[in-house]
């Protein structure tokens, strides 16, 4: 799909740099007062820098590890370490954040921010359901693998296992509104709990309605999305530049844990407008380019999830479910070779998945709190910065 530049941005940031520099040492009156607004650039240059260099590390990844548990591990951190950075920027600016236009951008960033924690949620269940697939894959794990004799039973055993992976994988593709009825919260895992800490916590979306859709959440998220003016860039010393750079960070990661993990309405056609001259916009608009077509293979156009690890549930369940349908018995020593080959592929998804999922979804929780955590933190600056 052919990407479309945002024709009003301003000019690349290192040319915005040296001439924000040049203004400001034009109104300051003292070596000490210079010397502070040179630290300010350095700091917000080095923030450019970093989600440039970031995401120009996960974009360099082959085909096969793109998408993959790992993959998404990995732009989990790097959401959070930008996160942090960012963090770090507004805590050392807060006189300036309830100044216009700054007070816009961030108030902006922390809406599209909370509609983030939606997603988070989504994802979760998301995660959840995956784990509900794994344990079908590990019933046929038991019932085949270092089995000094393999029987009848055992293989009927294997067998319903695999149809009943095969009914929650169809279920999920025709319909994505069975993860949104669990509701889960965060940090809690009796339900009784979630029902009253639920309207606490209402403001914060930590849970998502029957209804809900990644995609209209998506769209919410990027909407209005677009670049400061030069002048909005002068008059905030360059700050509104970091909001709309961790704007689309924000942005983008939503949109690649949607296009992975399985949730309600998951939409993929969202578009990156975004000019190519932000040093971290190649990188981004490449990674994008890249997860739709992998969107448009004819064996990942219906997927629930283009997560890497899901696709080899599938393909080994497949695999294994044709298999057992040729077997007779007494079985041949030829076929149990089959069958062990088969059972050896399955339990390296298996493996993968139990050593995956459960940090990935610390990472989700942790991406979560964090986003909550600058929230109240930022609106608590602005607060202040009016009451002074």
Partial sequence: MPVTDYQGASASFTNFGRSLLSMRRDQVHSMEAAHEATSQEIELEAFQKQVAERFNELSSVDSDQLLSVPWIRKLLDVFLCCQEQFRSILFNNTANLNKPPMDRYVTEYFDRSVKGLDVCNAIRDG??????????????????????????????????????????MLDE???????????????????????????????????????????RQLQAIGN????????????????????FTMSYVLYFVMWALVAAIPCQDRGLQTHFYVTR?????????????????????RDRRNACGLLKEIHEMEKCA???????????????????????????????????????????????????????????????????GNHE
Avoid at 139 to 144: D, E, F, G, K, Q
Avoid at 148 to 154: A, I, P, S, T, W
Avoid at 178 to 203: I, P
Avoid at 363 to 382: K, P, Y
Wanted: aromatic content about 6%.
């Fill in 318 to 384: 497949h695999h294994m479910n044709e298999l057992i349908d040729t077997v007779h018995f007494p079985i041949t020593e030829e076929k149990d070779g089959e069958v062990k080959l088969r059972v050896h592929e399955l339990g390296l998804v298996y493996d993968g998945l139990k050593n995956g999922l459960d940090p990935l979804e610390r990472q989700v929780r942790e991406v979560f709190h964090r986003i909550v955590r600058s929230r109240t933190e930022g609106l608590d600056s602005i607060g202040r």
């Fill in 224 to 243: 209005n999305l677009v670049a400061p003016k030069n002048n909005e860039i002068a008059a905030t010393n360059g700050l509104a530049l970091a909001v």
């Fill in 277 to 297: 001259q932000f040093v971290w916009a190649v990188p981004i608009l490449s990674l994008h380019e890249r997860i739709l077509e992998e969107s448009k293979k």
């Fill in 127 to 168: 995660i959840e359901q995956i784990k509900q697939w794994q344990k079908q894959l590990e019933i046929v794990l038991c019932a085949l693998e270092n089995q000094r004799c393999v029987g009848e039973g055992q293989f009927r055993r294997a067998k319903k296992a695999l149809i009943d992976f095969a009914i929650g």
């Fill in 173 to 215: 593709k025709e319909s994505n509104t069975s993860v949104a009825h669990r509701n889960r919260s965060f940090g809690r895992n009796n339900t009784q709990n979630d029902h009253k800490s639920l309207g606490h916590f209402r403001s914060l979306s930590w849970s998502v309605s029957r209804n809900w859709s990644a995609a």
